[in-house]
């Protein structure tokens, strides 16, 4: 039980911190081009090699997509899964409580997100038994989403955000463009 509630736990902050950063992403971005409005060549550099970095990510975002096709879900999951919907599912229960409840079931089993399953049958009443593997992947998910964490923390963008000096505020963006038109 231990290491559901501590997926759980950074599967939370990892959407709270990536909410934050896209917030932040924008409003550093839009400081960054008035900051270039100054310097119109480099502006034509520095939106040059974001738009590189953007189309890699896309790049590298659909394969991903490509990968997650195939159902590679645990037996626990599937089962779990199952009988959520025997409990939940739209088109047999009438309750916009349970639909939800669905909604979030079948976004857990589609991102193949354990803790999430493993919380929503917690909150419905339904055992599930998880195997060796389902402890391993649990443990995987962990650790994945720690290093998505300090991934966001070492952006030019968080830091930014969480600057409270406008002097440091105004450096990192400086250190940006430059570390850009490199």
Known sequence: MRLIKEAEYYSTELEYRSELVRLADSEFMAKVGEMLEEYPEIKKGVDAAISAAVSLAEAEGSEDSEREERDDSSP?????FREVAKQTHPDTIGSERLSAI????????????????????D???IPMELGEEDRLSLSS?????????????????WNWMREQDPKRKESLLKEFIARKIR
Not at 102 to 121: F, Q, T, V
């Open 76 to 80: 626990a999951m599937k089962k779990a």
């Open 102 to 121: 669905w909604l979030r079931a079948a976004k857990a089993y589609e991102s193949r997100d354990l803790a999430a399953m493993c919380s929503i049958c």
């Open 123 to 125: 909150s419905l009443g």
């Open 141 to 157: 998910q962990i650790a994945s989403c720690k290093e998505r964490i300090a991934f966001i923390e070492s952006t030019f963008s």
